[in-house]
């Protein structure tokens, strides 16, 4: 189990969230906006997708 503050996992070092590409705040993965300030995240068109 991992703090909800991590943004890697402690046990593997995988990237578990990734920050918004507009006000750079924290956001989950499988988020679809940003919950700080509700912009859309963009992963097929130069967003945060590794």
Known sequence: ???RFNAFCSHCGTEIKESCD???AMISKEDNYCSRCGSKVDRFLGGNEK
Do not use: W
Request: net charge positive; aromatic share 0%.
């Open 1 to 3: 189990m991992q703090s």
């Open 22 to 24: 507009h006000c750079k």
